[in-house]
């Protein structure tokens, strides 16, 4: 597996590749890699010729009071999960690789989109993680590019500036990963102590509630939104921010459940934020 730290060193091998006609596929990631990552870098593997995962901690999506200095990192782990599920390259840039200490562009999208859900507490969230996707889209500039479900949001959000960017790319989402206990797989589980671990699994308790009244035919958002609160609140070590059904597409809030739905939640313990989420099915 190649290792590349420089914008440079990625479009000269990315420009051989189409030179000898391979299509290429883009995993975004900000490392710390997990089987959520390596699930999206096999789905990569099976569609694309040659894969490309991006191992960056991106600053612009941090908030000054958020956990960008104490985000987990292990690059060599990361290198070894990458290269064990064949990733062809990994580009791992410097922070100043990427951004100018005086870099002034942004890419937004200004509408309610990014002020949903996860941006009613990270305001500025969606515009750092839309500006360094872009920039990865330029460098790279891959046939496909994979996100996972986990993050729906961001997912949608990412699909909405594909479109409207005009950028030639397709975004595959892919289904989330789990614990064997049912947490859904992320960096931040690593924050948890052993109590808060245990207590985490309202989230994905949460889910499967909702997930069987919407199968029951509960058709009131604000009914199946309440009883995964309920179930939430009564882990005390759970402080939840928000449950919300919103559509699948614009993440506009929604009053009746039906299929496309998208029902997320993010639920604190102590500093630790999770999300999880479920969309209805047809
Ligand atoms: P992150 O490193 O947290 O920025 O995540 C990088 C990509 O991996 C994003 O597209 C996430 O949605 C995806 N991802 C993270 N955790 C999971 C998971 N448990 N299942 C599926 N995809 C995931």
């Not at 951004?99 to 562009?105: C, E, G, I, K, L």
């Amino acid at each position: 597996m190649i290792i590349a730290t420089t914008i440079q060193e990625v479009r000269a091998q990315v420009a051989a590749w189409r030179k000898e006609g391979l299509t290429v596929g883009l995993v975004p990631t900000m490392g710390y890699l997990h089987e959520g990552h390596a699930s999206l870098v096999d789905r990569a593997v099976s569609m694309c010729d040659r894969v490309v995962a991006s191992d960056f901690v991106n600053p612009t999506q941090f908030a000054p009071n958020e956990d960008l200095d104490s985000y987990p990192r292990d690059f060599d782990h990361d290198c070894a999960l990458l290269e064990e599920h064949g990733c062809h390259m990994v580009f791992y840039p410097a922070v100043s690789e990427l951004y100018a200490p005086d870099a002034a562009t942004y890419v937004e999208i200004q509408s309610d989109m990014p002020k949903q859900l996860c941006g009613k507490t990270r305001p500025t969230h969606f515009k750092g993680v839309c500006t360094v996707v872009s920039k990865l889209f330029n460098i790279v500039q891959p046939d496909k590019a994979f996100f996972g479900q986990k993050d729906a949001q961001q997912l949608a959000i990412i699909r909405r500036m594909v479109r409207e960017l005009s950028y030639g790319i397709e975004i595959i989402g892919c289904p989330i990963v789990r614990e064997a206990d049912g947490l859904a797989k992320s960096s931040r589980n690593t924050y948890l102590n052993p109590d808060q671990r245990k207590a985490a699994l309202v989230l994905s308790q949460a889910v499967a509630l909702g997930q069987r009244l919407a199968a029951e035919g509960e058709t009131s958002a604000a009914k199946l939104v309440g009883a995964m609160t309920d179930h939430i609140g009564r882990e005390p070590l759970a402080r939840i921010d928000y449950v919300s059904a919103v559509d699948g597409v614009t993440m506009e809030p929604v009053d009746t459940i039906k299929p496309g739905v998208l029902v997320a939640m993010a639920v604190y313990f102590d500093k630790t934020r999770l999300i999880d989420n479920f969309t209805v099915e047809g």
